[in-house]
């Protein structure tokens, strides 16, 4: 069928932008290039939200993690003196080993994937109207997983607990 | 019809309710207490701690009077059994102890700041929804809570670089863990279509054994879970973070997070992948070889006393897995009465640590042991009575957990395992000993006394007696522990 063959593209050109984005990010020496590296990345996954049909989603993806975090993330580069970082050893010595590792790990995992790639049950799209997307987000966040949702909360707050106390000179 | 939030979800989460608001309160009222006044947080930290243990009470005689095994509540997103106020228990009684022996240690080392005591509640709601939990994403959250606040109380000696870099070491590890275990849970997700364990369950029953997704999310959320509990090959964090941690932090997370990552790790294997029994037993027999055979053997050369109980911790790991390996009734019971009797036993061992700390003197490297016979006999001998028990000697109460694990060991005809758990028994023996040859047979370097604060001889004072206590009276103990685990079997 043209539209499965049109989704799959869809799908694998958006994983190559990814993965391609993820390892320019850590390969990179300068920073600020790592940074926008991520942008990329990042806006893959917002392009794999909106294939999936969850535009609020993707529009999230976009205003907090490109529009937020990563201007943030730009700043505190920009902030760091970096000279020395950039001069210091980019790979430490177990890189090839690592290497390896992964790479039997990613052979293990696709094979297994391929085996078992027929027991995945696709869902059946949606019959009718769906209800707007930020409504069944409400649903979700607020009836189905109520309790994870509070905890969130909690662990945030922690996060910034932490974040304070380990920064700060003085408490 | 349309219940969002009901009484009983409310009932259910009274305790961690409790807890967090707590937990807050010690935040702002930290703001208006002087350095002098520092220890009034403690205080109000452990009346949380008691107010919770009351509703939990309250909770548990009204269950066992209703004859209810169990509540669900938040639409099947938690599930407060017996299995769940159990590990609560033990939760609540570390953290309690945790408490007591943190204030002085934390005013010598002038770090002591409200936050501290404020994370720990936090951490106590992490572990007690972990155990609750019944849904991917509750846990996963919870877990997440429960390990972000052990990360930040490790490296809460900002000024000392050990502290720093066992902070920062566990952070990068545990983070990367926790992504193996995501991996695991969404691919558990994707071949059932709900985040609910019970679903997750009935799902995976249906298909057939050996099925390779299956296996896959195994390997994933096995690889998670054991870099939580510390087991081989996923131990390497464990020595470097207890030993960086403050002690008191140590004797926490040796107890508090590691039995909430236990009951999590159980709640997974024997629920969603109950049914796939076949596919992880070899895995887990070939794990808790490993971590014994590491735990105990590196253990020997240790010359900290605090990375000598991390790999005495991870060797305790060993056995607890085997009682998942034989997974019978018996060694379910033994898992639960373990984790009890190691809550008084480690965190008194720590608690004697605590109380060698002086402005000179971290304590923790075996020599500072020497000739502690001579000079303060109580703390000597407590701390001989904890060593016994980590060992497993009768009339101590670590006899107990190794007896019922062993059993269930023989009862499940996994003789060859049971013997080598014993064998391994002997070898703990020998280094638990050394520290105790260093404090009889040494002379002192240095004449001065010990001071005990009222908070560590509290936690002493506890340790000990519930030590001998469980050794000589344990049926009421087993009686409890028993009746608790029954739920988690289905």
Known sequence: MPESILNGL???????????????????RNAVHSAIWLVVTLMGVAGLYLHLNAEFLAAVQILVYIGGIMVLFLFVIMLVNLDEAAKQRQFNRQWSLALICTLV??????????????????????????????????????????????????????????AVLMAKKEI | MNEYFSPIDFLVLKPVI????????????????????????????????????VQLWLIQSE??????????????????????????????????????????????????????????LFAAVGMMVLVMGMDLVT???????????????????????????????????????????????????GMSGSTNLNVIAD???????????????????????????????????????????????????????????????????????????????????????????????????????????????ISHAGYLLLGLVSGNETGMKGIAIYFLVYTFMNMGAFAVIVALRRRDLIGDEIDDMAGLMYKCPTAAVLMLIFLLSLAGIPPTAGFLGKYFI??????????????????????????????????????????????????????LGVTAAMTILIGLYPEPFIQFAGSTVLSILR
């Open chain 2, 139 to 189: 846990l996963f959250i919870a877990l997440e809570l429960m390990v972000l606040s052990v990360y930040i109380l490790t490296g809460f000696l900002r000024r000392d670089r050990r502290s720093n870099e066992a902070a920062l070491k566990y952070l990068l590890l545990g983070a990367f863990s926790s992504g193996i275990l995501a991996y695991g849970m969404s691919l558990l997700y």
């Open chain 2, 203 to 313: 799902s995976l029953a249906a298909r057939p054994a050996g099925d390779p997704l299956v296996l896959i999310a195994i390997t994933a959320i096995a690889a998670g879970l054991f870099f939580k509990v510390g087991a081989v090959p996923f131990h390497q964090w464990l020595p470097d973070a207890y030993e960086g941690a403050p002690t008191s932090v140590t004797a926490f997370m040796s107890v508090g997070p590691k039995a909430a990552s236990f009951a999590f790790l159980l709640r997974m294997f024997l629920v969603p992948l109950g049914s796939a029994r076949e596919e992880w037993l070899p895995l887990l027999v070939g794990v808790s070889i490993a971590t014994m055979t590491l735990g105990n053997l590196a253990a020997i050369s240790q010359s900290n006393v605090k990375r000598l109980l991390a790999y005495s911790a």
């Open chain 2, 406 to 459: 062993f059993l269930s060991l023989i009862e499940t005809g996994h003789i060859t395992l049971a013997v080598i758990a014993v064998l391994y028994v002997a070898v703990a023996l020998y280094y638990y000993f050394r520290i105790v040859a260093v404090m009889f047979m040494r002379e002192p370097v240095d004449q001065e006394k010990l001071s005990f604060s009222p908070g560590i001889r509290i936690a």
């Open chain 2, 63 to 120: 269950m066992a009077a209703q004859g209810v095994a169990q509540i669900e509540a938040f639409r099947g997103a938690v599930v407060l059994d017996r299995f769940a106020i159990y590990f609560s228990w033990i939760f609540l009684i570390s953290s309690a102890i945790a408490i007591l022996i943190a204030i002085r240690y934390l005013e010598i080392e002038q770090e002591h700041h409200g936050e501290h005591y404020a994370i720990m």
């Open chain 1, 10 to 28: 869809f799908f694998y050109v958006l994983a190559v932008v990814i993965l391609g984005g993820a390892i320019m990010t850590i390969t990179r």
């Open chain 1, 105 to 162: 790990v990613l052979v293990e995992f696709g094979f297994f994937l391929m085996r078992g790639a027929g027991s995945f049950a696709f869902a059946e799209p949606g019959q009718g109207a769906l209800k707007p997307n930020t409504e069944l987000m409400a649903v979700a966040l607020f009836q189905d997983y109520l309790l994870p949702f509070e905890i969130a909360s909690l662990l945030l707050l922690v996060a910034i607990l932490g």
């Open chain 2, 18 to 53: 409790l807890l967090t608001l707590f937990g807050i309160g010690v935040m702002l009222t930290d703001l208006f207490l002087d350095q002098q006044h520092k220890y009034m947080n403690a205080v109000t930290a452990l009346v949380g701690l008691a107010f919770a243990a």
